[in-house]
């Protein structure tokens, strides 16, 4: 079949989509609205109603102190054990607790504290903004002489391996990125930036945030030493669920939390006054977890277990990729540009499309057309695809309704001011 631009042709995509049943796991109460900001928040799978209805009826409600007993106490390695076999890791890698924010801390406090002699952490200007934010934080705090090493794209898509053999060198304790930027979504080439990275005899720590459910990741095969990510994007967790983190196996005896608390401790409930980490992962527990919202991630991460990670990249390559051709023929003539990826192999599961008046053609999407992108400054309407549950007549309509948008200046009536959450 050659690409066409009529829905029709959407629609035998659909027809031929053979995850298209999974669109049914989901709450879609509203099928006019066309959703398209999974790459920020996932929809909401509906087992999780179920979830939450015996969560808070049958175990809080009637069970109460007992269930930490029954199946709350192990239910961060629980779930983290699953999202191991999204990742390529092995099920006592992976445990999930806080944000991944927080977990970028831990992480990155323990990896300076093993590299003592080392004074460069290295990222990229298209990691996330908050991930820097942490980097330069606990370069200040571990010991003042350290820096942060930035490569900077030259594109502002893509950051090719050349730039990285510059900058990662023996000065290096740890090199820290995002596999899928979140603005472009591009991907990094995990194997080879870590098989780089180790070959200077620095860590490796990769946010997953942006591939996590939807981008292959195999931690296990590259050889990565560290990771974090979110589970409310691709993996469907819900708003503000806690996040993982992800530490080699052979690593784990030699780093340490720096955020120390009673769920970290060998011997929990000794109360004893001196701290003495547990084994494994648990040590980087601190707090208790937030029960409620930790246990609503796992029909989602089910959901992406049982598709199976080949062929969700399979579809998602396909929807970006179609996308793409809808851009060039309807878009492209109407100013936007295409601020992802030309390549599908280096591109995430989000499109991102910039235009000079990308914020006021966000609202308009929004408010007009029934239609939810987000809006990334300076100029990024970012697509995301979601292929668990989103079509191609979705995709189909989003370009025409960004044509619409446009062709007839609807945006225009739309403020330049910017609101709180885009
Ligand atoms: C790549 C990436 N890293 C980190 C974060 C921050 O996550 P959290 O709010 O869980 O700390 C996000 C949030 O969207 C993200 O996209």
């Given at each position: 079949m050659?690409?066409?631009?009529d829905?029709g042709?959407?629609?035998?995509?659909?027809?031929?989509?053979?995850?298209?049943e999974?669109?049914r796991?989901?709450?879609?109460?509203?099928?006019?609205?066309?959703?398209?900001?999974?790459?920020?928040l996932g929809?909401l799978?509906?087992?999780?109603l179920d979830r939450?209805?015996?969560?808070?009826?049958?175990?809080?409600g009637?069970r109460l102190i007992?269930a930490w007993n029954?199946?709350?106490f192990?239910?961060?390695?629980k779930?983290?054990?699953?999202?191991?076999?999204?990742i390529?890791?092995?099920?006592d890698e992976?445990i999930?607790?806080?944000?991944?924010?927080?977990?970028?801390f831990k992480l990155?406090?323990?990896?300076?504290?093993?590299?003592p002699?080392?004074?460069?952490?290295?990222?990229d200007d298209l990691?996330?903004?908050s991930?820097?934010?942490?980097?330069q934080?606990t370069?200040?705090?571990?010991?003042?002489?350290?820096?942060l090493a930035?490569?900077?794209?030259?594109d502002?898509?893509t950051?090719p391996i050349?730039?990285?053999?510059?900058?990662?060198d023996a000065?290096?304790a740890?090199v820290?990125?995002s596999?899928?930027?979140f603005?472009?979504?591009?991907?990094?080439d995990m194997?080879?930036?870590?098989?780089?990275?180790?070959?200077?005899?620095?860590?490796?720590?990769?946010d997953?945030?942006?591939?996590?459910?939807?981008?292959?990741?195999?931690?296990?095969?590259?050889g990565v030493?560290?990771?974090?990510g979110?589970?409310?994007?691709?993996?469907?967790?819900?708003?503000?669920?806690?996040?993982?983190l992800?530490?080699?196996?052979d690593?784990?005896?030699?780093l340490s939390?720096?955020?120390a608390?009673?769920?970290?401790?060998e011997?929990q409930?000794?109360?004893d006054?001196?701290y003495?980490?547990?084994a494994?992962?648990?040590?980087f527990?601190?707090?208790?977890?937030?029960?409620a919202?930790?246990?609503?991630?796992?029909?989602?991460?089910d959901?992406v277990l049982?598709?199976?990670?080949?062929r969700?990249?399979?579809?998602?390559?396909?929807?970006t990729e179609y996308?793409?051709e809808?851009?060039e023929t309807i878009?492209?003539?109407?100013?936007?540009?295409?601020?992802?990826p030309?390549?599908?192999r280096l591109?995430?599961?989000?499109v991102?499309?910039g235009?000079?008046e990308g914020?006021?053609?966000?609202?308009a999407l929004?408010d007009r057309?029934a239609?939810?992108?987000d809006?990334?400054?300076?100029?990024?309407i970012?697509?995301g695809v979601?292929?668990?549950?989103?079509?191609f007549e979705?995709?189909h309509?989003?370009?025409?309704?960004?044509?619409r948008?446009?062709d007839?200046?609807?945006?225009?009536d739309?403020p330049i001011?910017?609101?709180?959450v885009?």
């Amino acid at each position: 079949m050659t690409f066409r631009t009529d829905l029709g042709y959407a629609r035998d995509l659909d027809a031929a989509d053979e995850l298209r049943e999974f669109r049914r796991r989901f709450v879609i109460d509203d099928p006019q609205l066309i959703y398209v900001d999974g790459n920020s928040l996932g929809r909401l799978p509906r087992a999780s109603l179920d979830r939450s209805r015996n969560l808070l009826e049958r175990q809080w409600g009637s069970r109460l102190i007992r269930a930490w007993n029954d199946s709350w106490f192990h239910l961060a390695e629980k779930i983290g054990s699953k999202i191991a076999r999204i990742i390529g890791a092995d099920p006592d890698e992976v445990i999930v607790a806080d944000s991944t924010s927080i977990n970028l801390f831990k992480l990155v406090m323990a990896a300076l504290e093993v590299r003592p002699d080392r004074v460069k952490l290295v990222t990229d200007d298209l990691n996330f903004p908050s991930d820097i934010y942490v980097f330069q934080y606990t370069l200040n705090l571990a010991r003042p002489n350290r820096r942060l090493a930035m490569a900077r794209s030259p594109d502002g898509i893509t950051v090719p391996i050349p730039l990285l053999e510059e900058i990662i060198d023996a000065q290096t304790a740890l090199v820290a990125l995002s596999h899928t930027a979140f603005k472009s979504g591009f991907v990094h080439d995990m194997a080879a930036v870590t098989a780089l990275t180790h070959d200077r005899g620095a860590l490796m720590l990769w946010d997953l945030s942006h591939s996590v459910g939807a981008v292959p990741v195999d931690l296990g095969k590259s050889g990565v030493d560290l990771a974090v990510g979110c589970t409310y994007k691709y993996l469907n967790g819900g708003p503000g669920s806690p996040a993982f983190l992800y530490i080699r196996q052979d690593l784990m005896d030699h780093l340490s939390n720096a955020i120390a608390g009673w769920f970290g401790q060998e011997n929990q409930f000794g109360f004893d006054l001196d701290y003495r980490p547990a084994a494994g992962l648990r040590k980087f527990l601190t707090g208790t977890p937030p029960i409620a919202s930790l246990a609503l991630i796992e029909p989602g991460v089910d959901l992406v277990l049982e598709a199976g990670l080949d062929r969700i990249r399979k579809k998602s390559i396909a929807q970006t990729e179609y996308l793409i051709e809808l851009w060039e023929t309807i878009l492209a003539p109407l100013g936007f540009t295409l601020n992802s990826p030309r390549e599908a192999r280096l591109r995430g599961s989000h499109v991102s499309f910039g235009h000079p008046e990308g914020w006021r053609i966000d609202r308009a999407l929004i408010d007009r057309m029934a239609v939810i992108p987000d809006f990334r400054r300076p100029d990024n309407i970012r697509i995301g695809v979601s292929p668990l549950y989103t079509t191609f007549e979705e995709l189909h309509a989003t370009a025409t309704a960004m044509h619409r948008v446009v062709d007839d200046r609807l945006y225009e009536d739309y403020p330049i001011e910017q609101l709180g959450v885009t």
